[in-house]
């Protein structure tokens, strides 16, 4: 009985879920074909045929500003990313340089396996 009761609502959580109108990249399989571009900053986002239909005057800025956001957030995280990977590369190539030198003591502050610092 437990195991039913968590089914039904696993599968009501997922109905109450809307998909978001737009997306960032073209995607066929939902329908967001159309190109459209918000009218603040320009950003490109897809959204399907209805769309014009159903999403006009305030309700239409708020969409755009929700895709704003996203970008923006997209953005945002992919540079984290970059720097993230650029600063342990530059790590490895010092380790490497500092292991050709003969010097042992100097602690290299990452990890093997991430790209975050060891606990100390």
Do not use: A
Request: aromatic share 10%; hydrophobic share 35%; proline share 5%.
């Amino acid at each position: 009985m437990p195991i039913i009761v968590l089914i039904l609502v696993s599968l009501l959580s997922q109905l109450m879920v809307s998909n978001p109108p737009y997306s960032l990249h073209p995607r066929s399989g939902s329908g967001q074909t159309i190109k459209m571009q918000t009218e603040n900053l320009g950003v490109v986002y897809y959204v399907n045929k209805d769309f014009k239909n159903e999403y006009k005057g305030m309700l239409l800025q708020k969409v755009e500003k929700s895709v704003e956001e996203d970008y923006v957030t997209n953005i945002r995280n992919n540079c984290w990313k970059e720097r993230q990977q650029s600063k342990f590369i530059k790590c490895l190539i010092f380790k490497n340089v500092f292991k050709v030198l003969g010097i042992d003591n100097c602690r290299f502050p990452y990890s093997r396996n991430s790209l975050e610092l060891p606990s100390t």
